[in-house]
């Protein structure tokens, strides 16, 4: 079966779970491949499967290249002792929202481990059009993180991982029992490309308190999980690495030179998941 058909199933069977986002009434209709709402608003299902839900095109610094060096990297297991984590807070067959979901290898890797419907959602076209063609397992659209196309208390658990948040947002989507699991990173992620690119400088050093004091007001007694782990590089795995990350986007030729083997053999990975409940 074609991936539109397949995406047109998909929002048959969760049509409840989505919202117009210009109008905020709900979806009446999904048929000969467009979505439309009860007030007659319309948006019509790419060949691929998503959806675009912008009322204008968005310019985004993530481009298709880039986005496809993230994949090499998180594909050669960077993210996946936290989303082993992850996975042990997800319930088979719920509703799974992944807010900036990129190019959708957190999605992938954790529908191997949890069957569920997993729905991404990103600004970045070109992530979306990557993270289609890479998963069968979700389906994905291009959508505004402050004005989801999401119906009220729709989904079981919504996954922010190093996006931006928006609180009132992921309540109003969120079911009565339903959870945000956001992860942030640590002092120590990749704390050995900053000290190699940035040492002395701003950079240098990450600190999440701001980001942790605010989910804490949105989700008093949350449950945080820390996860460290170094990962050894490889030629290619330090390559993905340089052009994914917008650490380097501001580096000087002199600085990017430096990254070598020899001078970055391993990088960490350090974060901590917050599940707060709603």
Not at 13 to 39: W, Y
Not at 141 to 164: G, K, Y
Request: one cysteine or more; hydrophobic letters at 40%; proline letters at 5%.
């Amino acid at each position: 079966m074609k991936k539109i058909d397949l995406a047109q199933q998909f929002l048959q069977a969760n049509l409840s779970a989505l919202q117009c986002p210009i109008c905020q009434g709900a979806f009446a209709t999904i048929s000969d491949h467009q979505l439309v709402c009860e007030v007659g608003h319309s948006f019509d299902l790419a060949k691929n499967g998503t959806l675009y839900f912008l009322p204008k095109q968005m310019k985004s610094e993530y481009t298709k290249e880039m986005l496809s060096h993230r994949r090499a990297f998180l594909q050669a297991g960077f993210f996946k002792p936290f989303l082993d984590e992850i996975a042990k807070q997800l319930t088979a067959n719920s509703r799974i929202l992944d807010v900036g979901c990129g190019e959708g290898t957190p999605v992938y890797q954790l529908a191997q481990q949890v069957p569920a419907q997993y729905i991404g959602f990103d600004i970045s076209k070109p992530a979306i059009q990557l993270a289609s063609d890479y998963n069968q397992e979700g389906w994905f659209c291009v959508a505004d993180l402050a004005r989801m196309p999401f119906a009220d208390q729709s989904l079981d658990t919504v996954l922010n991982i190093f996006s931006p948040s928006q609180y009132q947002e992921f309540k109003r989507v969120l079911k009565p029992d339903g959870q945000l699991i956001k992860v942030i990173p640590n002092a120590g992620y990749l704390h050995e490309l900053r000290e190699l690119l940035y040492q002395g400088q701003e950079k240098e050093s990450y600190d999440h308190g701001p980001v942790l004091d605010l989910f804490e007001q949105h989700f008093p007694g949350y449950q945080e999980i820390q996860v460290q782990q170094k990962m050894t590089l490889t030629p290619e795995t330090l390559a993905d690495l340089v052009e994914m990350t917008p650490l380097t986007w501001t580096a000087t030729e002199a600085q990017l030179q430096a990254i070598t083997l020899a001078a970055l053999p391993e990088i960490s990975l350090d974060v901590t998941v917050l599940v707060g409940k709603q």
